[in-house]
């Protein structure tokens, strides 16, 4: 039997108690993709670990990037050739062996205007791929080719290839961030974490100046606990500089927010067998493949407004499809949009004191005795984050921790993934599902799929698809609570699922049902339906809102008009 586990209220309830009841060695603040991952890093160390999260896991930052597992071409060109060789080490991990069932290749041309850019572009990414194969880890992609002027029209025909010298073509990989997220989590509480979503550290304890563990509260019931542990390891990204006002502003992070927008258009308005990238004069454009869509990103300009909401405004709107037209023999417009999406990268700002510095992109901090601060970095090298946080707080553990291990622990739906892809058309048949559902379900869930198609076999309404996002079946709603620690409409629309972003109505019109179908789970009365609806439903309209102002804060101010519901702290 595959390890497994489900983060449903029960298992909710469960954690809470059981953080609460005993001294842990590691209580871990923050569930995007650097908390989970610690915790994942610590209890598969034997260390007894607890993780809460104040919103829904990865609603930060960790649901709003570019969705790349990525080397990072543009870090050759600063010559930071370590950062590089270890994101392409972690892309290499997770494709072939951590989440093979998350992460998968994907094609990109890097357009070549002037005659010179071919050997100088082709350099780096020969020097990207031959990095890629020296790591400790399959490669996991083909190597780069280069494409004369007439093979890109072949393969791109609505990109203007009139200024074009050719193109070179070469492979990252993509994941559902969000999904990734949930799913380190996921893993592990499968191997003993305590995890809990809505939970909201409220401060700390301490004995003298050591901090001893939390206050925290459960937003969902309003009920306060203690939880002590040895260290705190604090992960909360942009959210660092509350958390360390907690101690007294002892912290030692300076973090300041950047935002990024990405624009959601349908497949079909780009004809293009791969995504580009190119620069801009302020950033990078990457035109990524997403399924039956396209992601379009990114910008990078600072944020000192509202955290738990970027907005992204008009003028970030028409500055990506400005940079985006300029490819494109036949430009989009605000029309062609369907989503659009906006998240803060944490970026490390200096120090206030001494601080024990891991690698150029992340810093790990011990700034008082138990606690632990975690910053910068990015998705790709998550683990190589958490594993250095978990090297500190082993300094405030006795008796000596293992080393970690999380690169030989593959999350859950990797194992039995190959062999249930293999078994694809029987599971087809088997199911009454069209082939394509399967592999929908399979790049989702991978050798979890057992679990979401016994689900139909005990009500085969779930196998319908959803009435307004037929993208998805309404089993992936009701397992989404179930097993995904999904406890809200924004959690499903927005998280478990992308509806939220792959519809031009932004989800609104599924809504409902997929309100319907989460109660029937979680017990909602009709009253709690139409609240959670309306909910949504305002806080799409306070998006499409600051979507059309011009300047940040106008954007802002139209975007927090949405009420928060009680479950937000």
């Not at 300041?256 to 190119?278: M, N, Q, W, Y």
Request: with cysteine; proline share 4%; charged share 25%.
């Amino acid at each position: 039997m595959a390890l497994t586990a489900d983060l449903g209220p029960g298992s909710r309830a469960a954690a809470l108690t059981g953080m609460s009841s005993q001294e842990l060695d590691v209580l871990v603040v923050g569930g995007g993709v650097v908390g989970a991952g610690v915790a994942l890093d610590a209890v598969s160390r034997g260390l007894s670990t607890a993780i809460v999260e104040q919103r829904d896991f990865a609603s930060g930052t960790s649901s709003r990037s570019s969705k790349l597992v990525h080397g990072g071409l543009r870090y050759l060109e600063m010559f930071d050739f370590g950062l590089v060789r270890e994101a392409l080490q972690e892309r290499g991990l997770l494709l072939t062996r951590i989440a093979p069932h998350l992460v998968r290749p994907v094609p990109f041309l890097y357009p070549l205007h002037k005659t010179w850019e071919r050997p100088y572009v082709g350099a780096g990414l020969a020097l990207y791929d031959a990095m890629a194969m020296a790591g400790k880890y399959e490669m996991g992609v083909p190597k780069h080719k280069h494409l004369l002027r007439r093979q890109v029209a072949r393969m791109a025909p609505d990109l203007r290839t009139d200024q074009l010298t050719g193109a070179i073509r070469y492979y990252d990989c993509q994941v559902d961030d969000a999904r990734l997220v949930m799913n380190i989590a996921r893993t592990a509480a499968a191997y003993g974490a305590h995890v809990a979503s809505r939970t909201k550290v409220t401060g700390f304890l301490r004995e003298g100046e050591r901090v001893v563990g939390a206050t925290i509260r459960d937003l969902e019931n309003d009920v306060s606990y203690e939880v002590r542990a040895k260290v705190v390891i604090n992960a909360a990204g942009v959210w660092t500089d509350e958390i360390q006002a907690l101690v007294g502003g002892k912290g030692a992070l300076r973090v300041e927010a950047s935002k990024g927008i990405h624009l959601v258009v349908p497949r079909d308005r780009i004809r293009s067998e791969c995504g580009f990238i190119t620069k801009t004069d302020t950033s990078v454009l990457f035109v990524i493949p997403w399924g039956r869509h396209w992601i379009i990103g990114t910008t990078d300009t600072p944020w000192d407004l509202d955290l738990a909401h970027p907005a992204a405004s008009r003028a970030d709107i028409d500055y990506v499809l400005g940079c985006l037209n300029t490819l494109l023999k036949d430009p989009l417009d605000h029309d062609d949009v369907e989503g659009v999406y906006a998240g803060l990268r944490p970026l490390l700002k200096g120090e206030t004191e001494p601080t024990s510095k891991i690698s150029r992109e992340h810093t790990v901090v011990a700034p008082v005795p138990g606690l632990v601060m975690i910053a910068g970095g990015k998705l790709t090298t998550y683990r190589v984050m958490a594993k250095d946080a978990v090297d500190v707080a082993a300094g405030s553990l006795e008796g000596g921790v293992r080393p970690s291990i999380t690169d030989r622990v593959p999350l859950l739906g990797a194992h039995g993934f190959e062999t249930r892809t293999n078994q694809r058309a029987t599971l087809a048949r088997t199911s009454g599902l069209h082939i394509s559902r399967i592999d929908h379900l399979l790049g989702r869930y991978g050798g979890m799929v057992d679990e979401i198609l016994d689900l139909m076999i005990d009500d085969p309404a779930l196998a319908e698809p959803l009435i307004h996002a037929e993208d998805y079946l309404c089993a992936e709603v009701v397992y989404a609570v179930s097993y995904e620690g999904a406890r809200h409409l924004d959690d499903v629309l927005t998280r478990r699922t992308r509806i939220s972003i792959e519809t031009f109505d932004r989800g609104t019109l599924a809504a409902r049902q997929v309100a319907e179908l989460m109660g029937g789970v979680l017990g909602w009365d009709e009253a709690r339906v139409d609240e959670e609806v309306d909910h949504y439903l305002r806080r799409v309209e306070a998006e499409r809102q600051s979507q059309e102002k011009l300047t940040d804060q106008e954007a802002d101010e139209a975007r927090v008009r949405a009420p928060e519901g009680p479950w937000a702290g």
